[in-house]
């Protein structure tokens, strides 16, 4: 479009050079002077239409040049018109036609909202459009807008009558035509009456009339482009036409921000109508728009020499002057203005000349100014509102405040009002009173105000208001949507930007806040921000693993703010940080200097702040070091100072009692934390080896199973899950889970599973798979021997038995030995070989050694923590090679087989006096009578004849009731009699609950509470200020604490009538949320208690 307005612009200039008309043999009628190609008028230059009465062949007959003069007779109107409609700016309604105007039907009180392009371009129409002034009864023929009226005698000389009567004639029908325009134009029917003046065009050709009322159509049906262009035509084309054609179009050129070109085009204007008045100020306008001052303080000149009544001009000058700095000129140039203008206008000229003692902090001249305002305007908002502004520049906001709200109370104009809310809602803002800036918002609701001006304020303290109540993700999309919609830079996107980092930090999307902080330079954020800063810059840090770097920010945000424990905090986490990370790089004791400096980090922050997650991360690290005591209490006071009950507190406690074997404690917080988050796994992998331990396998059962559901999409302990299942007594679970390890040490507690259950078969396939595929010493041994008992078991042979002593000699001449089979088991069984062959001397050896050696294993396996652990004097016949027990009765068989009965008898004496079963103590009684009665030189008794084989111990599902009993035969009496043994007892790693390395391994900045520094709280020595809006009361009445009876109850009604309005303001005024106002109604209960 700016194209099209320099393309017509430019074509004007061409046809300043051609004003001349051509007339062939003056026959052709003055509106066809010209023709152009509508469509293409642009375009294509002028083309002199041809009259239809002449030939191009034929000879032409002199031209008669004609050129537009002056129109003096044209310019002046009857004073009657000039009373109907005064020389006032008008502007026109929005959605209200010209016509209205033009015909008198206009409401002009409305008329202040739309503006038009020049105060008398109306009236001009009005006057053109009324018949009874712009036609005479003498020359009802004579053109509106013709050529001055001595061309016209000189014109009318050349012509015959004959030739005058057809213009004449054409003259009468082409007006009418026109007329019928006019009338449907007054009568609001801009649609027929732009029909109507297009169709003459297309009939007639170019005709300046026509041309001008078509472009009044385009303009009551604001097609801005349309009426544009049809002025542009009209003043290329009939550039003296009328001179409101100029003003028409330069105010559209201005309103699309072309001002040069409107400058252009009003300068025409200028140049057409002498001593143009409205347009040379207008002009001046323009110049001033474009800061082109010298060029505007001329054509306020000319103006003046015009009309030097006029106090327009003078106020002109003085922006002109004031823009340029020359004050004093510009105050001058006011005052002559006011002289020109009567008390009752002066209202704007007074408020200029305020404004500028106001900038140059003239104070008592601005209040002289202000007190002739309110003579002139007693009650009008504007005057009030810049009383306020002059309040503020002398630092007195309560005298302000009230100058604004009386502005709105007296509400006399629209702008005003908007602004002097505007203002309070500032104030409110720059006090850090949120809540009073929110109420004043609200009065939008009842006030005729700009919704608009004021909707940046309602989104940035409703997004401040959200985030004091910590709701931060509304509080951001609140801030967001303002700093969006407010292009501008100015202090309130500044502050918005701060708040919105301050929620972004909240909500732990720290580059986010960085990008909002970054905007600004250091120097220009407030105090809080830069801290805020800082701590955002520590944690991308942390966060891309420069800690180093990320050092420096906290300590640099320690510095500004070193009250805050954050800083402290952070610092804390890099140091737990390199103790995690130089787990395999360093040694233990750098790696402990590390915990070592979080530790004392995090006590000197908690010197500041006994702050609830502060104290929960020291008594971790407290833990870490041992030191249960301190941690435990750390941990309890967490709880304590917590507003909310944390999983994760009493998951640590639960450890700490298991620390120090309170068991059942342990798990009723470990049965806390789940109730808080059913989730935590942990929780229930550690209750279910407490309950495994205190024999409720039931219910330890249900919690790894929920254990495992819970794992199942993150990585799983298989082996600890497996050990557990085992236990618990769920086999089939144990060896899938052992299964899932795919680790040699999963495979074999697998082994071991297979040899509790005494599936041989399965335990010697996975030995062996073990052995060869991962080539596994351990395994070939266990799996040799395991080899040898199963042939040995099948079958007795002198044989079989020798081979397999010969194997494990072998075995210990390697001197290793199995995982499952240790050298005192192998030892064993060779002595349980020798037995079958009847070398009881050799077995006996074998006896003693293996003895020896499980002695030692059992003491090294103490050490090693096992689960299950063997020992010898456990009473328990079921999954272990031997016992104490047995090995005193197998050594005793032993020796009755070597003829040593007294040696024998000896044993046994030592192992009746161990048994405290009753029934084994009452069995072994009845050996030991029997052996002594074989020694007795008497015939044999038959209650010991009658025994024909001995049992002592339980031998039902154990090896040894596998081999075959072995015949005894003494000298009156012969029985048979098992050894008494089994597999090797199956011990898995112990599982206890110990520290949780994963508590450290997990401390972030992000596990850490975020409390950035809010921006609306501002610090001092004395503590926090929460607002600036602080009211000193000077004088307090303060009365006696002993009160008369009468006054207490007169007090009391009187508090009872009011609590619950009293409450209710209350409530509105501060905004309150439901559980503040709970509290405060709870607090006013307990005063009136």
């Avoid at 300590?555 to 500004?560: D, G, P, R, T, V």
């Avoid at 030995?767 to 070939?780: D, G, K, P, R, V």
């Amino acid at each position: 479009m700016l194209q099209k307005y320099q393309s017509i612009l430019s074509l004007t200039l061409l046809i300043q050079n051609n004003q001349y008309l051509y007339f062939h043999n003056f026959q052709i009628k003055f509106q066809q002077n010209v023709i152009y190609n509508l469509s293409n008028r642009l375009a294509r230059p002028l083309i002199l239409r041809e009259s239809r009465h002449t030939k191009i062949n034929q000879k032409e007959p002199p031209i008669l040049v004609l050129k537009l003069g002056s129109q003096p007779h044209v310019g002046k109107l009857p004073p009657k018109v000039l009373q109907q409609n005064p020389t006032t700016e008008v502007r026109r309604i929005k959605n209200k036609s010209i016509s209205q105007h033009i015909s008198g039907n206009g409401t002009h009180q409305q008329v202040n909202q739309y503006r038009q392009p020049n105060k008398r371009i109306i009236y001009d129409s009005t006057n053109y459009l009324n018949p009874q002034i712009n036609r005479s009864s003498s020359n009802r023929i004579k053109k509106i807008h013709s050529v001055s009226s001595h061309i016209n005698d000189s014109f009318n000389q050349h012509l015959d009558d004959n030739t005058r009567n057809n213009i004449v004639q054409n003259e009468i029908t082409t007006n009418s035509e026109l007329d019928e325009g006019k009338k449907l134009f007054i009568e609001n029917k801009v649609d027929e009456a732009q029909k109507k003046f297009l169709n003459y065009l297309n009939k007639y050709g170019l005709n300046p009339e026509a041309l001008y009322l078509s472009g009044l159509c385009y303009i009551s049906l604001d097609q801005e482009e349309k009426y544009i262009e049809q002025f542009s035509t009209l003043i290329m084309t009939f550039p003296r036409f009328k001179r409101t054609s100029y003003m028409y179009l330069a105010h559209s050129l201005k309103k699309n921000n072309l001002i040069n070109e409107a400058i252009h085009v009003i300068s025409q204007g200028i140049s057409h109508f002498n001593r143009y008045f409205e347009a040379l100020t207008f002009r001046a306008k323009l110049f001033i728009k474009i800061k082109n001052y010298e060029k505007a303080i001329k054509d306020f000149n000319l103006a003046i020499q015009i009309n030097p009544r006029k106090s327009v001009c003078y106020v002109g000058l003085s922006e002109c002057y004031k823009q340029t700095n020359q004050i004093q000129q510009a105050i001058q140039e006011l005052n002559k203005a006011l002289e020109f203008e009567e008390q009752s206008k002066q209202k704007s000229i007074l408020l200029k000349r305020f404004i500028i003692y106001l900038d140059n902090k003239e104070f008592d001249k601005a209040e002289q100014d202000m007190n002739l305002l309110f003579e002139i305007c007693q009650n009008d908002s504007e005057v009030y509102y810049f009383k306020g502004i002059l309040m503020q520049k002398q630092k007195s906001l309560q005298d302000a405040l009230l100058a604004f709200e009386q502005s709105i109370k007296i509400n006399s104009d629209k702008k005003p009002v908007t602004k002097a809310l505007y203002e309070i809602v500032k104030i409110k803002i720059d006090q850090n009173d949120y809540y009073s800036a929110q109420h004043e918002l609200d009065r939008v609701i009842y006030l005729d105000v700009d919704n608009k001006q004021l909707q940046k304020f309602e989104l940035f303290v409703g997004g401040v208001i959200y985030l004091m109540k910590r709701n931060f993700e509304d509080g951001v999309q609140l801030l967001t949507e303002m700093i969006t919609k407010n292009h501008q830079s100015d202090n309130l996107k500044f502050q918005a930007h701060q708040y919105r980092a301050y929620g972004y930090f909240c909500l732990s999307k720290f580059n986010l806040a960085n990008q909002d902080l970054e905007l600004y330079q250091e120097n220009l954020l407030e105090k809080a921000s830069l801290y805020n800063k800082f701590l955002c810059h520590g944690i991308i840090k942390y966060e891309d693993n420069e800690l180093e770097q990320s050092k420096k920010q906290f300590q640099l945000a320690h510095k500004i703010l070193p009250n805050k424990i954050e800083p402290l905090f952070y610092q804390s986490i890099i140091q737990i940080k390199k103790y995690c990370s130089s787990l395999e790089k360093s040694s233990e004791e750098n790696r402990i200097k590390y915990l070592k400096n979080a530790l004392n980090l995090l006590e000197v922050a908690s010197k500041i702040c006994e702050q609830s997650n502060l104290l929960f991360y020291k008594g971790i690290l407290h833990f870490a070091f041992g030191n249960i005591e301190k941690s435990a209490l750390d941990i309890e006071q967490a709880i304590e100072k917590s507003e909310d009950n944390h999983a994760q507190h009493y998951y640590v406690r639960g450890l700490l009692h298991c620390q120090r074997q309170l068991f059942k404690q342990a798990i009723n917080d470990f049965s806390i934390c789940l109730s808080l988050d059913q989730n935590h796994s942990q929780s229930y992998l550690n209750r279910c080896k407490l309950l495994i331990m205190m024999g409720d396998v039931s219910t330890a059962y249900l919690d790894l199973q929920k254990y495992v559901e819970l794992r199942e999409q993150y990585s799983i302990n298989y082996y600890t899950v497996g050990i557990l299942y085992f236990l618990i007594g769920a086999y089939d679970e144990a060896i899938q889970a052992f299964n899932n390890c795919k680790t040699l040490e999963g495979n074999y507690e697998k082994v071991k599973v297979f040899i509790y259950g005494k599936e041989l078969n399965s335990a010697l396939k996975e030995l062996t798979m073990i052995a060869e595929e991962m080539h596994n010493q351990e395994a070939l041994i266990d799996q040799q021997v395991l080899t040898i008992l199963k042939e040995t078991s099948l079958q007795i042979s002198t044989n079989i038995l020798e081979e397999g002593i010969n194997k494990i000699i072998q075995i210990q001449k390697m001197q290793q030995e199995g995982l499952i089979f240790r050298s005192s088991d192998i030892y064993f069984y060779k002595g349980l070989f020798y037995t079958y062959l009847g070398q009881y001397s050799k077995a006996k050896q074998c006896l003693r050694f293996s003895y020896d050696l499980k002695e030692k294993e059992i003491k090294k396996s103490k050490n090693a923590q096992l689960i299950n652990q063997n020992n010898l004097e456990d009473f328990d016949f079921i999954n272990k090679t031997y016992n104490i027990y047995e090995h005193l009765y197998n050594s005793a068989i032993l020796d009755v087989m070597l003829g040593n009965i007294d040696e024998a008898l000896e044993t046994l004496t030592l192992l009746h006096e161990h048994l405290t079963q009753i029934e084994f103590r009452v069995q072994l009684q009845i050996l030991m009578e029997l052996l002594r009665d074989d020694l007795l030189d008497k015939p044999p008794e038959d209650k010991f004849s009658q025994i024909q084989e001995f049992q002592l111990f339980p031998q039902h599902n154990r090896l040894c009731s596998i081999y075959p009993a072995i015949q005894i035969s003494l000298k009156k009496y012969s029985l048979l009699i098992r050894m008494s043994f089994c597999l090797p007892i199956v011990e898995f790693p112990s599982q206890p609950i110990l520290f949780d390395e994963q508590l450290l391994q997990k401390i972030s900045p992000k596990v850490v509470e975020n409390k950035p520094e809010a921006p609306w709280i501002k610090r001092s020595n004395e503590g926090v200020i929460f607002t600036d809006n602080i009211q000193c009361i000077d004088e307090l009445d303060l009365q006696s604490t002993v009160r008369k009876e009468e006054t207490e109850e007169t007090q009391q009604e009187i508090s009872d009538l009011d609590d619950e309005n009293e409450i209710n303001k209350l409530k509105e005024k501060l905004k309150l949320d439901d559980l503040i106002a709970k509290k405060l109604n709870s607090i006013l209960q307990q005063n009136k208690k």
